[in-house]
């Protein structure tokens, strides 16, 4: 373990941020390399200024620290993506590229990518949607991440770079914002209901999504990554579950908590990116090939935000 050299690429996003952490806490700090385009507020460790489309910049960190895995992060989001389709494109498959290629060149024993379960389009089945579903996404987003998944399909097969990946659902955490996806509510809801006591939502009342406690999206991470490279059966990206909810329900359980909290609902265009995506997903493969598990469920998560936010907020 003390041997690993990681780099992370994204590292002061939603999911980046807490990744970092965890991966702090179990491998030496200083054996933990975090980057992104921008300084983070308080950095706990090692800290880079990198832009991954800058390939040679890429490659000159790996080579200067000896990286041995690399988690790469960095990527526009859903709902922001749409505001810029051809730059979202070329930010996010570039990134890839300069990641594949480096660690390709490099000898980088593994490659995390993270996908989504924007892969999916309006023609899948909405209901337990299965690992290896029709995929076509209405987001360049979707589009950029079903390519993602091929090209690391690819280099597997043809370089034997062992790439590892999940499809996220939405992501819920304390620990920071989401940064322009679809299933920012989830998170905003939290911060409105503490701070405000209401909320308006972007999504109609019943658009149930999959959602995950970001804990357990962290766990699913480093779990696939410790897993043995035999138990690792598919290369595209394993379809990931934690729980399937919509905004009422979710209003509901907020105000076993907060009994005055009130939301209204305003869709906007994130409805219809979400009504072409799953209301739950099947994560058979994961469980079986690696064992995954998710620890909370709607009733834990709310629980477990609002006693987080109100200990950041009400100070």
């Known amino acids: 373990m003390d041997s690993e050299t990681i780099l992370i690429i994204g590292a002061n996003g939603q999911i980046g941020s807490v990744l970092t952490e965890a991966l702090r806490a179990k491998y030496p700090k200083q054996t933990v390399l975090a980057t992104d385009i921008r300084e983070p507020e308080s950095p706990s460790g090692p800290f880079t ?18 990286v041995s895995q690399i988690y790469h992060l960095a990527a526009i989001l859903s709902a922001k993506g749409e505001l810029d389709p051809l730059r979202t494109w070329d930010i996010n498959m570039q990134s890839l590229f300069n990641v594949l290629e480096v660690a390709r060149t490099k000898a980088v024993k593994k490659v995390f990518f993270p996908s989504s379960i924007a892969v999916f389009g309006p023609e899948a089945n909405k209901k337990n949607t299965d690992q290896f579903e029709a995929l076509t996404p209405r987001t360049v987003y979707g589009i950029s991440k079903v390519a993602g998944e091929n090209w690391c399909q690819y280099y597997f097969d043809r370089y034997g770079l062992d790439v590892r990946s999940v499809r996220y659902p939405g992501i819920i955490g304390h620990q920071s914002m989401p940064g322009g ?23 109609n009342r019943d658009t149930r999504l999959p959602m995950m406690f970001m804990e357990d ?22 379809n990931l579950a934690g729980m399937s909810f919509t905004p009422e329900e979710l209003a509901e359980e907020i105000q076993k908590h907060i009994p005055d909290f009130k939301i209204s609902y305003a869709p906007d265009h994130r409805e219809q990116i979400a009504r072409s995506w799953p209301e739950s997903i099947n994560d058979q493969s994961a469980r079986t090939d690696w064992n995954w598990q998710e620890k909370y469920d709607l009733a834990r998560l709310t629980e477990t935000m609002i006693r987080e936010l109100k200990a950041k907020i009400l100070v």
């Open 217 to 238: 999206a962290i766990r699913a991470t480093i779990s696939i990554m410790d897993a043995p490279a035999e138990q690792v059966k598919i290369r595209s990206s394993y």
């Open 49 to 66: 200024l990198l832009n991954v489309l800058d390939k040679d910049a890429l490659e000159e960190l790996v080579s200067s620290h000896r």
């Open 181 to 203: 996806g679809t299933t920012d509510y989830a998170v905003e809801i939290f911060h409105e209901a503490i701070k405000n006591q209401s909320y308006s939502c972007f999504l």
